[in-house]
């Protein structure tokens, strides 16, 4: 079966279109001004309405605010979030039952202690992330192109969908696969020639490579 894949981090028409073409079936807007692949409402909207049925799209936003949502929401039109902070097991329930979109969270794992958190989350949120912790201090909680230990989740599932994200790459992704059993995978600055500057080639290689 192939992989299901989201591109993360898209920004303008030609990534997206990009995307599309190679068959992901999930495409991200990153909200976080922080981030070399930031977007505004605007930029999101416009992109948005040229994706079609059948490819989720999904805001990621960090630690935002009910204002912050409350716009995004009403102005971009959107399939899922994507909570990317610090937010709670309440505020994941809290932001799904006010804006009536299915919710992903993110958990950062760097070791065994991070995993119990995995089970909190995947409690209220319709999917989980399991990503590569960030390192301390660093200014973004992912999109580092950093992995994780893929052992520690070999084996390992849980009662929501999830997805793995963290320094894949068309090289590293079969292996990736093969070690935790991931069935969806999430990536940004792996098909990336620059930091927020998504590649064609390198999108369509990672798209092959999850078809495998």
């Known amino acids: 079966m192939p992989v299901s894949v989201k591109i993360c981090g898209l920004s303008d028409r ?8 190679a068959g992901a079936r999930y495409v991200g807007f990153v909200f976080f001004a922080k981030s070399p692949r930031a ?12 994706v079609p049925p059948g490819i ?12 912050t949502l ?18 709670t097991p309440e505020r994941v329930a809290e932001v799904r039952a006010r804006h009536g979109l299915p919710v992903m969270k993110a958990v950062g ?29 660093a200014p973004l909680p992912g999109g580092n192109g ?9 084996g390992r599932r849980w009662p929501v969908p999830w997805m793995l994200a963290g320094g894949l790459t068309p090289d590293n992704l079969a292996e990736a696969v093969a070690r935790t ?26 798209l092959d490579a999850a078809s495998l």
């Open 14 to 21: 030609a990534g997206l279109d990009a995307a599309m073409a």
């Open 181 to 206: 059993g991931a069935r969806q995978v999430d990536v940004s600055s792996g098909v990336e020639s620059a930091p927020g500057v998504k590649d064609e080639v390198r999108i369509r290689a990672f």
């Open 70 to 87: 409350d716009e995004i929401v009403a102005r971009v039109p959107l399939d899922m979030l994507q909570l990317h902070g610090h937010e």
């Open 109 to 137: 794992v760097a070791s065994e202690a991070d995993l119990p958190a995995l089970d909190a989350y995947a409690a209220v949120a319709d999917q989980i992330l399991v990503d590569a912790k960030a390192p301390k201090g």
């Open 146 to 154: 950093l992995a994780f230990d893929w052992q520690l989740i070999a």
């Open 39 to 50: 977007v505004t409402v605007e930029q999101a909207a416009a992109l948005a309405v040229e």
């Open 56 to 67: 989720a799209k999904v805001a990621l936003v960090v630690d935002a605010d009910d204002a």
